[in-house]
């Protein structure tokens, strides 16, 4: 079915019509159309189009599509150019004539902004509560193994040491952000379309505030034409997805090595891994691997609507037709994504003598030791070359951090007192690091309890 026709003289090319039509995919915004047509023939009836019967029969057809809708046979056959056709398609067969008001001072325009807001909402808030599981999750794992002491890394060379739990933490930070970004981006979905014709503003004096409350919406737009021509809360929400998934991917690059045979640090659970159809000895880090490429499918989406929006004329354009594929399917691979991780957090387990070893046996302490003699008093240039000298003397003479004796460390150079041969151990170092956001056991132990106030927090 067409919702125009009266201008042309012979109807539309089969090819056209395959070319144009948008239901194979806009079909999953049909119970957000029909909540939108409720609240509209509400409105209709307000300004005196529709009588109450009429009204609250239309509505009635309304809720009846929506049900049928959930059935798979609902689309079958369905030739209709979008879901807004098939919707109006379906309220002729059950209301009738009645059905040909529903559209009246109102344009696919302003209710393809409507229904796609009202889907992004409600995906939204379904990805922040996975977001906000994974958060647990982590924090679970952080707590789980809170003295670990792993290496830190600085262009994949160990750097400092840090506990497990402040490297877990700094992930959460990110995904923290992450929520807050979705959220940033609900308050700009949130703002209600409707009202604005095609790009002029509706001919008819609608109440847009009142339908506005109706459907949850916080504020209405301000302006006809930007709605025509506005897609940034779909871009804000790409945006927003991108980041999740690059620390997603980053996070996935980390235990892809980490549960490797060259770090050995992590096993990842069976249920999340894959054997190879030859090697029989393979456990391969599939899911990890899946999450790392898909980031790559949602940059593109991103990156899909900005070219197909930054040379658009005012207002729409049937260009826009685009954003709806790469923003469900952003949508779809967060969403999958961020189940996946979780799974792989609550199947992960740490073997923390071996990032602990690694630590132990390379030069990861030689700041702490620099630090200290600055501490004492050598200023800060020289304590580093000293330091630094005491790590090639070990490096040509074998020896790890833990072979040295206090007397052969004042014997190196006079500046290192005799206690400084503690620091010869991470953990020791690390004692220093207590300013906030440090890696300091306290200041850990206080992020830790800090991480899940705040999960709490959203919790409730
Ligand atoms: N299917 C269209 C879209 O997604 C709905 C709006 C159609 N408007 C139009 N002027 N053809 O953009």
């Given at each position: 079915m067409k919702l125009w026709g009266g201008r042309f003289e012979s109807g539309p090319n089969e090819v056209f019509e395959r070319f144009s039509g948008s239901l194979h995919f806009d079909k999953r915004l049909i119970d957000a159309d029909c909540r939108g047509s409720q609240a509209f023939a509400r409105e209709l009836c307000r300004v005196g189009i529709l009588t109450l019967d009429e009204r609250d029969l239309l509505i009635a057809a309304f809720d009846s599509i929506r049900t049928e809708a959930?059935?798979?046979?609902?689309?079958?056959?369905a030739d209709d150019e979008d879901v807004h056709t098939v919707v109006i398609r379906k309220l002729k067969e059950k209301a009738g004539v009645l059905?040909?008001?529903?559209?009246?001072?109102?344009?696919r325009n302003e209710q393809v902004s409507l229904d796609s807001r009202l889907w992004l909402r409600e995906t939204i808030d379904s990805t922040v509560q996975l977001l906000t599981a994974l958060l647990e999750s982590l924090v679970k794992l952080a707590r789980q193994y809170h003295g670990a002491v792993i290496p830190g890394y600085t262009h994949t060379r160990r750097a400092q040491a840090v506990l497990w739990p402040h490297y877990i933490l700094a992930y959460f930070e990110m995904f923290a952000r992450d929520r807050e970004r979705l959220l940033e981006t609900r308050k700009r979905v949130n703002v209600f379309p409707l009202g604005s014709g095609a790009l002029a503003g509706s001919g008819f004096p609608f109440d847009r505030d009142a339908m506005a409350r109706e459907l949850g919406f916080e504020a209405i737009t301000r302006n006809s034409m930007d709605v025509s021509a506005d897609r940034d809360w779909a871009m804000d929400f790409l945006y927003a997805a991108s980041m999740t998934m690059l620390h997603l991917s980053r996070i996935s690059e980390d235990w892809i090595l980490y549960s490797g045979e060259e770090f050995q640090w992590m096993e990842l659970g069976d249920g999340v891994t894959s054997g190879s159809s030859l090697m029989p000895q393979k456990k391969n880090p599939d899911s990890l691997e899946l999450i790392r490429g898909k980031s790559g499918r949602v940059f593109a989406s991103l990156t899909s609507i900005y070219i197909m929006m930054?040379?658009?004329?005012?207002?729409?354009?049937?260009?826009?037709?685009?954003?709806?594929e790469p923003l469900f399917d952003a949508a779809d691979q967060l969403g999958a994504s961020l189940e996946m991780m979780k799974a792989v957090v609550d199947s992960a387990s740490l073997k923390p003598e071996i990032p602990a070893a690694a630590a132990e046996q390379s030069w990861v302490v030689a700041t702490d030791l620099a630090e200290a003699l600055a501490r004492a008093g050598t200023p800060f240039h020289s304590a580093h070359k000293i330091a630094g000298r005491l790590v090639l003397a070990s490096v040509q003479a074998g020896?790890?951090?833990?072979?040295?004796?206090a007397d052969e460390l004042t014997a190196f150079a006079p500046e290192f007192a005799s206690d400084m041969i503690r620091l010869m151990h991470p953990a020791e170092g690390?004692?220093?690091?207590?300013?906030?956001?440090?890696?300091?056991p306290a200041a850990v132990a206080r992020a830790l309890d800090e991480a899940e106030a705040r999960l709490t927090s959203w919790r409730t």
């Open positions: 959930r059935s798979p046979e609902f689309f079958i056959g059905a040909d008001k529903i559209h009246t001072g109102r344009s930054k040379g658009l004329p005012m207002t729409y354009n049937r260009d826009m037709q685009e954003d709806k020896k790890k951090p833990a072979d040295w004796t690390m004692k220093t690091r207590e300013l906030p956001g440090g890696t300091g």
